[in-house]
Nanobody, 112 residues
């Protein structure tokens, strides 16, 4: 499985973006997650949607971000609302089953 993220960009504080991550193969049984890495910081977990469609979020994004998946399209999404400057990072998609695969990342910059 290969993963390709899209949807990043520059947005003002308080704005919204929707990230997409499309897999080259079926993600039906995979647990899918979003992570991010800000400059000079370690990569951190953001959100998870597992293979039962259960979701979980890091405290920093809870109530603002929504993760979802469309297994028919082999795609997951991250809807990001009320964006803050501290959300600026490269966002990575991750797929885990017996494998652990990462996308190349997409840059999100929140700035006025």
């Amino acid at each position: 499985v290969q993963l390709v993220e899209s949807g990043g960009g520059l947005v003002q504080p308080g704005g919204s973006l929707r990230l997409s991550c499309t897999a080259s193969g079926s993600i039906l049984l995979a647990n899918m997650g979003w992570f991010r890495q800000a400059p000079g910081k370690q990569r951190e977990w953001v959100a998870l949607v597992d293979n039962r469609l259960d979701t979980s979020y890091a405290d920093a994004v809870k109530g603002r971000f929504t993760v979802s998946r469309d297994n028919a399209k082999n795609t997951i999404y991250l809807q990001m609302n009320s964006l803050k400057v501290e959300d600026t990072a490269v966002y990575y998609c991750n797929a885990r089953r017996w494998y652990n695969v990462w996308g190349q990342g997409t840059q999100v910059t929140v700035s006025s």
